[in-house]
């Protein structure tokens, strides 16, 4: 069956033909998502969501969406998106980070211009008849220091714009490198040592609790009098009062503000004053980014729905399309072995150590984690997924630990996953051969060559004579048919294994039998996705 999308939002109808070119149902209905209660009614229906900021997609919303796979946000912000709620329910959210982001750069340095010129107020002092010359007295941008907080794909095409207009560009950012800076042609400077120098300071960073309010009374205190603010990224960023008594005492020269904490913003402190320049969100309305936006969210969500490749996701690792078949083996072997040490361990999990050898540490080994952990956890939550994984795990106060090494064996590349408890460590291996089928390598430390099976019965016991002839007649007994059988011994006399392939799921009262049995240590029925019904 065709993956199927709704669009609730007003996306450009191209995107919509997008969808239908690659296969997928798509149902365009462009104010839907104002009804809440009516798209909380349909939202089961779809596998995927594409949205504006219009929708508001909730944690009972969610709730509703039993078959939602993706919601695609187009544009930058996801605010309208629970994510916490998403990530539990295993719902991928994409955004679309590239498609506004010179749009959204170019309005900022518009407001800088605006300010400095006072445009707006001269504007309408000249439409209303008046020559108001020397009232409205610019400064020059040339030579001016520009502050850039957040230097990230917006913020660094605002400090490139300004080196191209002669300004000097100080930038804060935790993230941005020396290399990074010096090819921008910007200088890395502390957050305060940017308060202190700037002329103009525009903000383009998240809404995140360490980022909200960074623009406040004491903020403010540290800059420049005369200075002039830009925020065309979040409401949330400036604390809109303290900015307007700066405003007024002239501390603030000017500031250009297209976000605002509650939108849309019909009834603003700001609103009226003279030398606030104030649009109401624009920073992404142009026509090439609401169209380049809509393009590139029906294309990722696309991508997602019919080849598992994974792009702009807020909430789960990337998996390009180019990469996505080489991963898709390696993906199944790191979930087959989560699912294998998820199924032996009775036990809280303390911690998780993943070691990726040879080909598979230049994988995505992100995506990998994520599969593995799936695994594991699987057999206590049955729904979750590489989305909710790690969020679950996270929550269960799990630690996990990535190892990446050199080829060191035989195998070009494998997976190892251990697990420590309170009372034991557990560790297997596997790798996937030319067939694309993972394998089980390694169970104990114990070396072997043994495929994934649908039903197995995996026991360990002593090395002795016997046991396969026990489980045999206790199977044949039974009516329980073994397809196959692998063994592994670490040495003669020492520690062994068994795994038998079954026809079909071992009872629980011949389980019981073979564990009564005073030469198995211990029995465990498993169960692993192979695929088929």
């Given at each position: 069956m065709a993956p199927r999308v709704l669009v609730s939002d007003k996306l450009s109808t191209t995107a919509v033909q997008i969808f239908k070119d690659r296969g997928i149902e798509v149902d365009y209905l462009p104010d839907l998502g104002k009804d809440k209660?009516?798209?909380?009614?349909?939202?089961?229906?779809?596998?995927?969501?594409?949205?504006?900021?219009?929708?508001?997609?909730?944690?009972?919303?969610?709730?509703?969406?039993?078959?939602?796979?993706?919601?695609?946000?187009?544009?930058?912000?996801?605010?309208?998106?629970?994510?916490p709620a998403a990530s539990r329910k295993g719902i991928i959210v994409m955004n679309t980070p590239f498609g506004n982001s010179i749009t959204t750069a170019e309005h900022a340095v518009a407001m800088i211009f605006a300010l400095a010129r006072q445009i707006p107020e001269a504007n309408a002092s000249t439409h209303a008849g008046k020559w108001e010359k020397n009232r409205f007295m610019g400064i020059e941008i040339t030579s001016k220091t520009l502050g850039v907080i957040g230097c990230g794909n917006i913020g660094s095409i605002v400090a490139t714009r300004g080196v191209g207009l002669k300004m000097h560009v100080i930038a804060f950012d935790p993230f941005l490198s020396d290399s990074r800076a010096e090819e921008l042609g910007v200088q890395k400077v502390e957050l305060d040592e940017l308060f202190a120098r700037a002329d103009f300071i525009t903000l383009h960073t998240p809404l995140t609790d360490k980022t909200r309010n960074i623009i406040d009374a004491a903020a403010i205190a540290k800059m420049k009098t005369g200075v002039r603010i830009i925020n065309c990224a979040r409401g949330g960023l400036i604390v809109e009062a303290d900015l307007v008594a700066a405003l007024k005492s002239g501390k603030v020269a000017g500031a250009g503000i297209d976000v605002f904490e509650v939108e849309p913003a019909e009834n603003n402190e700001l609103f009226g004053m003279e030398n606030v320049v104030a649009t109401p969100h624009l920073g992404a309305s142009t026509t090439e980014a609401q169209e380049n936006v809509a393009l590139q969210v029906a294309e990722q969500m696309s991508d997602y729905l019919i080849k598992g490749a994974v792009s702009n996701a807020i909430n789960m690792p990337s998996i390009t399309a180019e990469e996505a078949p080489r991963l898709k083996p390696f993906v199944k072997l790191a979930e087959v072995l989560g699912a294998f040490v998820g199924q032996v361990t009775e036990d809280p999990i303390k911690e998780v150590e993943i070691l990726f050898d040879g080909s598979t540490a230049t994988m995505n080994t992100r995506a990998l984690i994520s599969a593995a952990l799936a695994g594991l956890i699987r057999p206590q939550v049955s729904d979750v997924n590489m989305v909710s994984a790690p969020i679950m795990v996270k929550e269960r106060g799990i630690i996990v630990a990535e190892v990446k090494r050199d080829k060191s064996g035989?195998?070009?590349?494998?997976?190892?996953?251990?697990?420590?408890?309170?009372?034991?460590?557990?560790?297997?291996?596997g790798t996937c051969f030319s067939d694309g089928k993972p394998r089980f390598i390694q169970i104990k430390g114990i070396n072997l060559d043994a495929e994934v099976g649908r039903d197995m019965l995996y026991t360990t016991n002593a090395d002795a004579p016997g046991i396969i002839g026990l489980l045999g007649t206790v199977c044949g007994e039974n009516g329980v048919n073994i397809a196959n059988f692998q063994l592994g011994r670490n040495r003669p006399g020492g520690d062994a294994i068994a795994l038998l392939y079954l026809d079909a799921p071992f009872p629980e009262t011949v389980l019981e039998q073979v564990r009564a049995h005073k030469s198995i240590d211990s029995a465990k029925r498993l169960r692993f996705d192979v695929g088929g019904d």
């Open positions: 209660e009516k798209l909380a009614e349909v939202i089961g229906q779809y596998d995927g969501l594409a949205i504006r900021s219009a929708t508001k997609v909730t944690e009972k919303l969610i709730n509703a969406a039993t078959n939602l796979k993706v919601v695609g946000r187009a544009g930058i912000g996801v605010d309208n998106v629970d994510i035989v195998f070009d590349g494998y997976i190892k996953l251990t697990v420590t408890t309170e009372h034991r460590t557990r560790s297997i291996a």
